[in-house]
């Protein structure tokens, strides 16, 4: 499967086009519901233990909900979250990837998931949440990213 491109603004507000991070190496899309909720920081602590391993293949990391450039600029400096953290607003790239939470607390938010791309734009790795509350397998991605030639 051929990962859709993007355009998405980052947290201090400069363009991020999907092409153009994919023609550094590979990259992990990171999908999660909200800015500084409870699951989703312990998700970025998580996926910051691995960080290392990932730019260590290479790897580009880009984590995106709806939520504003601003709201993700004051969590990525509260969380000291060194990659970049993408906002769409509209949901349009959540949906075309993940979809969007259908009902409950999160109703209307991103689905939280994990897309490996090649530097090809090829999936390489794809994890869904079935339902929320579910903490991404941050080990066995980071297992395929080691073992997958990207």
Known sequence: MEAPGFALLDAFE???HLEEELAKGP?????????????C??????L??????????????????????????QWKESLGIPFRLLADTEGEVCMRYAGLQKS?????????ALFLLD???IVRYRWVA???GFVPPMDEMRKMAMTLDL
Request: aromatic share 6%.
């Open 104 to 112: 409950g607390l999160l109703q209307g938010r991103p689905r939280r």
């Open 27 to 39: 990259v992990l899309l990171v999908f999660y519901p909200n800015d500084f909720g409870i699951i």
């Open 14 to 16: 400069s363009s991020v």
């Open 48 to 73: 910051n233990d691995i960080l290392a391993d990932l730019e260590g293949r290479g790897i580009g990391v880009l984590a995106i909900s709806r939520n504003s450039a601003y709201t993700h600029r």
């Open 119 to 121: 530097r090809h734009g």
């Open 130 to 132: 079935e339902a929320e």
């Open 41 to 46: 920081s312990i998700e970025m602590r998580m």
